[in-house]
């Protein structure tokens, strides 16, 4: 008799541990789930935030409060945190240079949509961070890759944005198409969508440059858009020359190539972009840019600004159709001077580079040991377990190697051993607070639940 295995684990062996750690997570969280029982009904489906369901836990616990790589809940369990609020605060929590300008800025208003000195501060430093570009602040990647494709197709005068399959912009209406048996159509479950996404998009496979070429060749593509390394999803590493190739197309065939930093700054100073010398016409970075508030910039290369402004000369009077009243506010700017000036430094990012290569080398050799048919991928200060063989090459594999099963019954296992990572897939992150003791707890959690998986 064959026993039934999902990513090389015997199925029965999964379900116990799964049932055993959700019994164990609930012992150790009585306060959270009183509390969640007494007050969560105000919320729709109980979350305040409907992706907060996506946790595997059986509810949820409660922070009390959060500093540098460590969480506290309001039951008293202390967490080394490797989620980072899925890199919110990839530079670990309240930032002391950053816990001063709110307080700070905090005495001397909120928002007033003026901008202050530190906003022209802000400015210089984004350029030296990240390179020559003509910056625009907003409040989520979401909406600066809105207003960079809005500035893309406002250039070229072309209707499409080129996105990689399984690709993760935001909740962007333009990038939520996928491959289907080969063809283009609107992603699974989005909900209230009544309109054809792929009329203003199109979608081939990460890696596949012939591929993106004949999209290119139509004419109708004003950009693609695309993370240098795929995240947000089973982690795909781009092919030798696949990204040069992009650049070498998209000026060939008169179309805009924009760099979507948001997840892969982990790489170092400068993000992948910088790390890797791309030449992006448009770059957009999100998330931990402030050190943790709701901030996000797009940039655009003088060549492109300068199309803009011709266009914005000419266009009809009317609304644009870009840009948010908070957005810009001084706490933003408060938060990414600091951020740029006095965190985001070449010696953190030599601390979170040499963290992540202990932690992956860790996660590696107890994958070996085990014999697990899994793999490690690192992009600097981002690793990840993958329960699949590897490497990956496109959304399509990525896809084929995501077990959800497995991968919630190990989140839960290893934050039963106080090792959190993040939710929707299997990131960890390594911040300049974050200890090496942290670092070998996650590994030998995990090493724990692998000996309870492949025994």
């Avoid at 595997?56 to 409060?65: A, E, G, I, T, Y």
């Avoid at 400015?123 to 625009?136: A, P, S, V, Y």
């Avoid at 974050?434 to 492949?454: C, H, M, N, P, W």
Wanted: glycine share 10%; proline share 5%; charged share 20%.
């Amino acid at each position: 008799m064959t026993t039934e295995t999902i990513a090389g684990v015997p199925r029965h062996r999964l379900e116990a541990l799964a049932a055993r750690e959700a019994a164990r997570f609930a012992e150790t969280r009585p306060k959270a789930l009183a509390a969640l029982q007494a007050g969560a009904g105000h919320f729709l489906n109980g979350v305040p935030m409907h992706w907060m369901r996506d946790w595997p836990m059986p509810h949820l616990p409660l922070v009390k409060k959060a500093k540098g790589a460590t969480i506290t809940d309001i039951d008293g369990n202390t967490i080394d945190d490797f989620c980072l609020g899925d890199t919110g605060s990839m530079f670990g929590h309240s930032p002391a240079p950053v816990a001063r300008a709110i307080k700070e800025q905090a005495g001397r208003g909120l928002t007033y949509m003026l901008p202050t000195p530190a906003a022209l501060e802000a400015g210089r430093l984004l350029t030296d961070r990240f390179g020559d570009f003509r910056w625009q602040i907003a409040t989520t990647a979401t909406d600066a890759n809105r207003f960079a494709l809005r500035v893309a197709r406002a250039v070229t005068g072309r209707p499409k944005v080129l996105v990689f399959n399984g690709c993760y912009h935001g909740t962007l209406d333009d990038t939520m198409v996928e491959l289907r048996d080969g063809v283009p159509a609107n992603r699974a479950g989005l909900v209230g969508q009544v309109q054809d996404l792929t009329r203003a998009a199109t979608v081939c496979e990460f890696n596949d440059l012939a591929a993106v070429e004949m999209l290119l060749k139509t004419g109708e593509v004003a950009a693609i858009l695309t993370e240098p390394v795929m995240t947000n999803s089973c982690m795909v590493l781009p092919a030798p020359g696949f990204l040069d190739g992009l650049r070498t197309l998209t000026r060939q065939y008169g179309a805009l190539l924009i760099i979507d930093e948001t997840h892969t700054l982990s790489t170092g100073l400068g993000g992948y972009t910088g790390v890797h010398g791309l030449d992006p016409d448009i770059f957009v970075v999100g998330k931990c840019v402030a050190g943790g508030m709701p901030t996000a910039v797009w940039g655009l290369r003088p060549h492109v600004a300068e199309a803009f402004n011709r266009y914005d000369a000419a266009r009809e009077g009317g609304h644009s159709g870009m840009g948010t009243t908070l957005s810009a506010n001084p706490m933003q700017f408060a938060c990414l001077r600091a951020t740029l000036a006095e965190v985001m430094t070449a010696e953190n990012y030599a601390k979170m580079e040499k963290g992540a290569a202990r932690l992956a080398k860790g996660l590696a050799e107890s994958i070996a040991r085990h014999k697990a048919p899994w793999h490690v991928v690192r992009v600097g200060a981002r690793v990840e377990f993958i329960c699949a063989p590897g490497p990956l090459h496109n959304g399509a594999e990525a896809a084929h190697a995501h077990q959800p099963q497995v991968e919630w019954a190990v989140h839960t296992a290893l934050l039963n051993r106080g090792c959190l990572i993040a939710p929707f897939h299997n990131m960890m992150l390594v911040s300049p607070a974050t200890k090496a003791a942290q670092i070998d707890r996650l590994i030998a959690a995990f090493d724990g639940v692998l000996t309870e998986l492949f025994a």
